[in-house]
């Protein structure tokens, strides 16, 4: 979740596949108005299951209700917070002074202006970092498969709960690594026969005519080039394009590959750790919270800025990118999210600084499969739940059920579990612009574990450099809902979490198409429209502050 879905090649058959960045057009995405804001969309008038931010605005004001500015964590690789798209909607600590070097607030983190980095220290800040099943591996192996069978036995027995994950981080980690390992491979080599491809085209475009007027080549790294190109042509991506286009779009393509699969050999390697080093705490310490710094982007915020730019985004200049609650919320960095996987200790932690700074809202775009620390992160889910805060997580996106396939940090301590141990946890799958296959491709499901869909392909947003970028994951459609419980929250401030849930889910715009309905609770992907008009008839019109009750449905579904 944390990185873009990068272009599948398989080496047996060649199979190749892309499912990244945006679907070949005859206007570039770049140009494209259309396509930059297509997830702010109307279905009802448009037939495209956008999110109707602007007649949710339209209606919560005929309503005569005036917002009040919302704070939304982001809890991410981090935040470029002085991006032209992002600068004037950053949170900004009143009780701290800038630059002083000293705790103005007294909550632990020095000069925490704009947010925290839980993972830097006074060393600097960690990029990559390990996998979980690394972490799980490295630690469990001598426990359980040392020198001594008798002593291995006995702990095994003894720590079945750890034995089991680290039965299950042992297979991921095997599989994982090796795949991670062929797979750099594969886009290195791929990426040095882009000239040879090039080279065979001859100029021309690549279509079906010019491929079958090349002539079998005699060189070996030629006949390999022409297979792969047989196979990149039927894709979407790169058929009809000019030669030239086709070679700026592969090194595009092969670059952010390698960039993404490089790290894997420190990913993968037991006996990296760069938390001591950099980071400086005692990490099995979970009642620990003051370390850290105040670098709030880090090495690579690309994915965090993204977010960030879906949740509050102004258009500026002559991008018109805007988020969906860009009208009234204020972004929190809080970087929790490396290269790698996040620490438990990290979210917990980033939870916890996030509601006690005023955040109402957290968006939670990272998942893991396995999770040590589960307990102390379920311990600052309920702490949020108790302070009124909604936490809205990515679904993952490794086109999974989720009840078969957990995607830590999850709201249900066990699949078989009738309800989540809290209320205030929003799980959010992605959904596509094509109404015939609404999931997209990629995004996991269930129809208990996943409250709802929301666009998460083809969405443009900022990234850093002052740039803008089309990404997709389930990444980016938790952010659209985390912008849109913002925007009720901000018209209607007495809501509580589970109202805005339900608000979102019973309002949702159902489809058929290929089993949508059965992929999430709601069947539909939301409409903030309709939501604010549930939440203002259900929970707001007519009742004095605060006292609106949860459904009879809600409150069974909360009952602890």
Known sequence: MKKVLLAAVFLAGFSF?????????????????????????????????????????????????????????????????????????????????????????????????????????????????NMEVTRVVAKYKPVFEGSDSTKNKANQAQMKEEFDMYMKAKDMFNKKSIEAQQNFKTYSMLNELIPNMVKLL???????????AIKAPTDQKDAIALEFLGQISQSPEFKGKSSAEFEKKMKEEMKEAIDHFAPAAKQYDLSYDPRKEIVGDNYDDYSEKSYGNNHYEGPDAEHGTHVAGIIAGLPQ?????????????????????????????????????????GAKVL???????????????????????????????????????????????TNFKNVTDEKPFVSNVLVVGASTNKNSALRADFSNYNKKMVNVFAPGEEI???????????LQGTSM????????????????????????????????????????????????????????????????????????????????????
């Open 317 to 357: 200049g002559k991008e018109i990118q805007h988020g969906v609650a860009s009208k009234v919320a204020k972004i929190m960095s809080v970087r929790t999210v490396p290269n790698g996987d996040e620490r438990d200790k990290d979210v917990a932690n980033a939870i916890r600084y996030a509601v006690d700074n």
């Open 363 to 409: 968006n939670m775009s990272f998942g893991k499969p396995v999770s040590p620390g589960k307990n102390v992160v379920w311990d600052a889910f309920k702490y949020a739940e108790d302070k009124g805060v909604l936490l809205v997580k990515a679904a993952g996106n490794e086109n999974e059920d989720v009840a078969e396939h957990l995607a830590y940090p």
């Open 202 to 212: 001859g100029g021309k475009p690549v279509t079906a005519e010019t491929l079958s």
């Open 17 to 129: 596949s892309f499912a990244q960045e945006s679907k070949a057009k005859s206007i570039d995405p770049n140009e494209d108005k259309d396509l930059m804001t297509w997830y702010h969309k109307d279905f009802t008038t448009s037939k495209v299951y956008g999110v109707n931010t602007a007649n949710a605005y339209k209606y919560l004001e005929s309503k005569g209700l005036k917002p009040k500015t919302v704070v939304v964590g982001v809890l991410d690789s981090g935040v470029q917070v002085d991006h032209p798209g992002l600068v004037k909607n950053l949170w900004s600590n009143p009780n701290e002074i800038p630059g002083n070097g000293k705790d103005d607030d007294g909550n632990g983190y020095i000069d925490d202006v704009h947010g925290w980095n839980f993972i830097g220290g006074k060393n600097g800040d960690v990029d990559i970092d």
């Open 477 to 560: 459609a938790s952010p659209v809902v985390a912008g849109g419980a913002a925007v009720l929250l901000a018209y209607m401030p007495d809501l509580k979490p589970y109202q805005i849930i339900e608000a979102l889910v019973k309002s949702s715009n159902p489809s058929t198409a290929n089993g949508f309905t059965d992929q999430s609770q709601a069947g539909g992907v939301i409409d903030l429209k309709k939501a604010a008009e549930y939440a203002y008839t259900n929970f707001y019109k007519g009742k004095p502050s605060g006292t609106a009750k949860p459904s009879k449905s809600v409150k069974k579904a909360v009952k602890k």
């Open 460 to 470: 443009y947003s900022t990234v850093p450099k002052n740039e803008y970028k089309y």
